[in-house]
Structure formats: C-alpha cells, structure tokens
C-alpha cells in the first residue's frame, strides 16, 4: 500500500486520517503546497483576493473569510504575514494613469480583520506620483516588519496592490515592483483564486520567493475539477455585461455542457444574432460573433432560451410604464427593442425550463440575469427554482453573483455555506478562464508556482 499522501501518484490535502481534517481532496503533486513550506520565523508575503469593497464599504465579506484558515495556518506555525489585495480597477488602461481614491483602499477590509480576529493590523503609507500610483515601496517598512518580527503588531496589510505603478506594467516598473516586495518577505503564498491574471503580486513575485499555494488556493482548484469533469446533465448559467470578452469561454462551456442558459448583455446579444431583432446596448460587432454561436446551436440544440422578458425604456431606475413584459415568440427581423434588463419569472416556469434545471446533476452559475439593482426579479427566481433541485451539486462563481444570491435570499445563501451540495467559488471569472483553458493548473498565476517549486527543486535536489 502506497505510504498516506501519495497514492495513485497524486498529493491529498490533509494531515492524517484520524485527524478530524478532510483528507480527501487531491491536488497535483507538481503544486507546491502551504503544508510542505517551512515558515518558522519567516515573514510571509500572501497574496489574497479580497476584492470586495465598494464605496469604501464590504458588500459581502465571504472572500476574507475564506482566506483565514491560510492566515490561521501561517501564523500557527510561526510565519508573520504580509497580506495584499488589489481592490477595484484604478487603472485606467486608456489614459495609462493609476488613480488613487480612498474608497479603494484596504482600510475596510484591515477594520474587519481587526474585529473579527481581535489582532492589529497596520498600513503603511508611501508616496505617490498623480498620474502612475505608487512608484517604490519605501524603505520606512522595515520598521514595522521589525515590529512585526517582534510580534507588536499582528500583520501587514500593503496598500490596492493596483495603486502600485508595477502592478499592471509590462516593463521595468513591473520588475522593479515585483523585486521590492520578494525583499519584504521570506516566502510568498498565493491564496487568490480569483485574481487569475499575471499581475505582479499574483504571477512575477514566484521569480524571486519560494511559492506556495494557500488553503483557499489548493480548496478552489480542487472543485473546479468538477466543472471540468461534471457529472451529467450538466448545465451552466452565464450571464455578463460584455460578449466579446466572453466569446472564448463561451465556446468552450459550449462544448462541455448539456444545456447552456444565458443571461444579461450575453442573451441579448445572442437573440439579436439568432432573430434578427435589434436592442439597446447590443453592438453590431458583438452581433457577428456570436453568429457563430447561433449556427453551432441549430444542430446541437444546447441552449435553453427563457422566452419572457423584461424590457424598459431607461436605465435610471424601475419605473411604472416604463417597463413592460416582453416574449421571444413575438420576435421578428428588423424588429426594435429598448434595454432588455431581466427575465420575467414566468420564464422559469416554462416546461423546458424547468426540465433543463430539474434534470441536471452538476449546475454552474455565473450570472446575474437582472440589470440590478433594480431589475432583480428573474435572478431571485433563478435562484430558487435551482435549490429546488436537491440531488445537483450546484456550483456559484464571481464577486456580483454571490453578492446577488446573498442580497437576495440570505437565508438560503447563508444554508448554502454549510451545504455539501453548493459550492461558492470567489472568482467566477477564473472558472470561466479554466473552462477555457481546459486544465486547472494552465493558469497563469498557478503555473507559475509549478515553475518555482521545479526551479528550487532543481537547485537543490535531495
């Protein structure tokens, strides 16, 4: 018998079987894992995905929640933790000018640390330039990693990892940033899921620190297999404010479900391709593209089509006889539609509607279907015809659906945390980039982990 944690030639998360941890879950043996990291009197640079203030306020704080028992973890074992987020998009990719606003600071997310753990965290305050950001982590740190060290302080918190000039750069600012934080720290531990692109506190930081993935990190990327490897019928619900930056994971969700739903933007854009109708905020060019989804549709006949919606003549709020029941069966070429911001309930009613739902084994949902908050009616409903379905294991993903399915039913939503059959993934988006790239650990941000434990590997072989 293969000695505990390698059998079948994979790693299971876990530390014994009597040990009243899960034991079970396998990850792929290339990943480096936070057990295996020696931290010690180490200082730890983790990076997380806790994205979730708006306004300079936490809308749903399920992304920092999930991350404590990495935080637990390290600290448990004698590491001293560095935490950093990105919060928002200061970027501005037009102008190429970073703009830093105070109701995108982590100074939200530091106070709700401070409560829950009853630990002091502290925020440094560097300079900043008016048009880049954040140039240079200054100096004047050391002082409270010393502090930390000594343990006066419980953690760090850095600043909007976005509100740095690196963070987002291609260049020499991207390098220099990446070095200035492996010099804070002794290892870096990736526990954001959902921060899936190679910025440089997700990806070029493993360059510098050995790398490690997080509990939250080794947790997510273990039940995204299910979505890749689904227990049939499978369907998936996606919906977005954009079809052209969803085209690739549309068409590969495409190929692996047994029925699709769509919703918002996506929808429109879909029924003026397939009917020939226009809409208010459809683009032309998105229109051809998804042409293409219409044509593969016609034979393969995946896509469950909600027949009633609900149009409105602005988008400033829900006004009465400004908004009005609208059904797909009416649709014809060279028809014209105001905003189409919801499907009407009645959709969810409809006898292939609710056989798609019902059927289904394993559901993904990445979709709000409504133009909220206003128009919040169908996603409620959705919501609900889906609990229904007791023997599907159902899958949630992306900051606005989960701040959805809480906002609108936080009973169930609050069930579901502790229901086997649901799932809450932080970063819908990420599932979405897995399901195009076919394999969990293609990922840039995890790859490059990969990478860093065969290059230490290699420069220190047993």
Same mark, same amino acid.
């Given at each position: 018998? $293969?000695?505990?944690?390698?059998?079948?030639? =994979?790693? /299971?998360?876990?530390?014994? +079987?009597?040990?009243?941890? *899960?034991?079970?879950?396998?990850?792929?043996?290339?990943?480096?894992?936070?057990?295996? $990291?020696?931290?010690?009197?180490?200082?730890? =640079?983790? /990076?997380?995905?806790?994205? +979730?203030?708006?306004?300079? *306020?936490?809308?749903?704080?399920?992304?920092?929640?999930?991350?404590?028992?990495?935080?637990y973890n390290i600290t448990e074992r004698g590491g001293r933790p560095i935490l950093m987020t990105h919060v928002g998009r200061p970027y501005d990719k037009k102008n190429k000018t970073v703009t830093i606003r105070k109701d995108e600071s982590v100074d939200a997310i530091v106070a709700y640390l401070q409560r829950k753990l009853r630990i002091k965290f502290v925020v440094p305050k560097f300079n900043y330039d008016e048009k880049d950001g954040i140039l240079d982590i200054d100096t004047s740190i050391n002082w409270l990693i010393?502090?930390?060290?000594?343990?006066?302080?419980?953690g760090i918190y850095l600043p909007n990892t976005r509100w740095f000039a690196g963070e987002e750069d291609k260049g020499e600012k991207?390098?220099?940033?990446?070095?200035?934080?492996?010099?804070?720290?002794?290892?870096?531990?990736?526990?954001?899921?959902?921060?899936w692109q190679p910025h440089g506190s997700t990806y070029h930081i493993t360059k510098y620190l050995p790398s490690y993935a997080g509990l939250c990190m080794q947790d997510e990327l273990y039940h995204v297999e299910a979505v890749l490897n689904p227990t049939r019928p499978f369907i998936a619900i996606v919906a977005g404010s954009k079809y052209d930056t969803?085209?690739?994971?549309?068409?590969?969700?495409?190929k692996k479900v047994d029925k699709l739903v769509l919703g918002g933007v996506i929808y429109n854009t879909y029924l003026c391709a397939k009917y020939g109708v226009k809409i208010a905020g459809v683009q032309d060019s998105d229109i051809e593209l998804a042409k293409e989804l219409v044509e593969q549709d016609k034979t393969q006949g995946k896509i469950v089509?909600?027949?009633?919606?609900?149009?409105?003549?602005?988008?400033?709020?829900?006004?009465?006889?400004?908004?009005?029941?609208?059904n797909v069966k009416d649709f014809a070429p060279g028809k014209t539609y105001n905003y189409i911001v919801d499907i009407d309930p009645l959709s969810l009613e409809s006898e292939d509607v609710l056989q798609a739902l019902n059927s289904a084994k394993t559901i993904f949902v990445n979709a709000v279907m409504g133009f909220m908050p206003n128009f919040w009616h169908g996603t409620s409903k959705l919501d609900e015809v889906i609990d229904n379905n007791q023997s599907a294991k159902k899958y949630f993903g992306g900051g606005d659906t989960l701040q959805a399915f809480k906002?609108?039913?936080?009973?169930?939503?609050?069930?579901?945390?502790?229901?086997?059959?649901?799932?809450?993934f932080t970063g819908g988006g990420t599932v979405l980039e897995v399901i195009e790239e076919g394999d969990s650990m293609g990922l840039d941000t995890v790859r490059a982990l990969i990478e860093n434990k065969t290059k230490l590997q290699s420069e220190n072989p047993k």
């Open positions: 018998m $293969a000695p505990y944690g390698q059998e079948n030639g =994979l790693t /299971r998360i876990g530390y014994s +079987v009597d040990d009243g941890l *899960e034991n079970d879950k396998i990850a792929d043996p290339r990943l480096p894992l936070l057990p295996d $990291a020696d931290l010690k009197d180490k200082i730890v =640079l983790l /990076r997380v995905d806790h994205n +979730v203030v708006k306004k300079g *306020e936490i809308l749903d704080q399920y992304r920092i929640d999930v991350t404590l028992p990495t935080l010393t502090d930390l060290r000594k343990r006066k302080i419980g991207l390098e220099r940033f990446a070095i200035q934080l492996a010099g804070l720290a002794d290892v870096f531990v990736n526990d954001a899921f959902g921060s969803k085209i690739g994971p549309l068409n590969q969700i495409y089509e909600m027949d009633i919606l609900v149009e409105t003549d602005t988008l400033s709020g829900r006004f009465e006889g400004k908004y009005r029941a609208v906002s609108l039913h936080p009973n169930l939503y609050q069930a579901a945390l502790d229901n086997t059959n649901y799932y809450l």
